[in-house]
């Protein structure tokens, strides 16, 4: 949400104001402390000037950036270079 408010060069207080919004919740909703309802996410296409699809969009890059990593395995070593497996008897 900051970085779009950010690219449209508003400030919370502007956002706030377009979309019907409380600035203190415009700062609530970018620091993550509280999600949007669908009501809200319509506020803020109006007051942002950009389609729905649009910030959904950011904020599922985002939270793909952000989330995914650390579900990620790590890489594999490269062939030849992890731990040796002992043998077992046949």
Not at 17 to 36: D, K, M, S, T
Not at 41 to 48: F, S, T, V
Not at 78 to 88: E, M, N, V, Y
């Amino acid at each position: 949400m900051r970085e779009l408010r950010a690219r449209r060069g508003l400030s919370q207080e502007e956002l706030g104001f377009r979309a019907g919004l409380h600035r203190n919740y415009v700062g609530a909703i970018e620091r993550g402390e509280i999600n949007p309802t669908f009501r809200v996410l319509l506020k803020l296409e109006r007051g942002l000037q950009l389609p729905l699809s649009e910030i959904i969009e950011l904020w599922e890059r985002r939270a793909t950036d952000t989330i995914a990593p650390r579900l990620r395995r790590p890489p594999a070593p490269p062939a030849g270079t992890g731990p040796r497996r002992r043998k077992t008897p046949d």
